[in-house]
């Protein structure tokens, strides 16, 4: 009887936390967050009064894919951020499972590469679990609405992660034309590519 206890209590909680990293989608509320920065201040979606929406980027220093994006998702604040869609960049990865994404290394990177955007600190991985984040980079596109801040979009930002493609299909510069628009973005989901978010083992 203990034993059946026992395998329905692991069971249940094995269902809790798969329940907790569910990624969201679109139509989802997109949690709020208070996170530092690599400036040492901290950021929330307050932070951005006259935003209209944001890009919320799970990114990292050490991820051959994230690395590959780098430009692309510092391209997509110089062009977005100024229509109202600044990108916001978090770390989802533990130091303690990747020291290269630590956060001194993370303030070294974002001043070395100039980003324009703020790099976050996810400690204890709490957004990355709130927003289901999977891979590096995943992203989730955010507007501002009388309902709150609701998710547009999850997925990739192109078709294109070995940055090969001649014609890329640039979904989140796709979305976020559509949310200019005043339309519902034809593509909400598309599959991330890229390294998986790295977790200290439990002890």
Excluded at 124 to 132: I, L, S
Excluded at 171 to 177: H, R, S
């Amino acid at each position: 009887m203990k034993k059946i206890i026992l395998l329905l209590v692991l069971a249940f909680s094995a269902f809790i936390a798969q329940a907790q990293t569910a990624t969201l989608k679109a139509g989802d509320t997109a949690p709020d967050f208070k996170l530092k920065n690599v400036n040492n201040k901290e950021v929330s979606f307050a932070s951005f009064p006259k935003a209209k929406g944001f890009i919320v980027v799970f990114t990292c220093n050490t991820c051959p894919y994230a690395v590959g994006y780098e430009q692309r998702i510092i391209d997509l604040d110089k062009k977005f951020s100024s229509q109202g869609y600044p990108v916001i960049a978090i770390n989802p990865n533990d130091p303690e499972a990747s020291k290269a994404d630590a956060f001194d290394k993370m303030q070294d990177l974002a001043k070395q590469k100039k980003y324009p955007f703020p790099y976050l600190f996810d400690a204890g991985q709490k957004v990355t679990d709130a927003y289901g984040a999977k891979h590096t980079p995943h992203i989730f596109i955010v507007s501002k609405t009388s309902k709150g801040n609701v998710i547009e979009y999850v997925g990739a930002i192109d078709n294109d992660p070995e940055g090969t493609k001649a014609e890329k299909i640039k979904y989140a510069e796709d979305v976020i034309a559509a949310l200019k628009s005043n339309q519902k973005p034809a593509v909400t989901q598309t599959k991330e590519i890229g390294c998986s978010v790295k977790r200290k083992a439990k002890a």
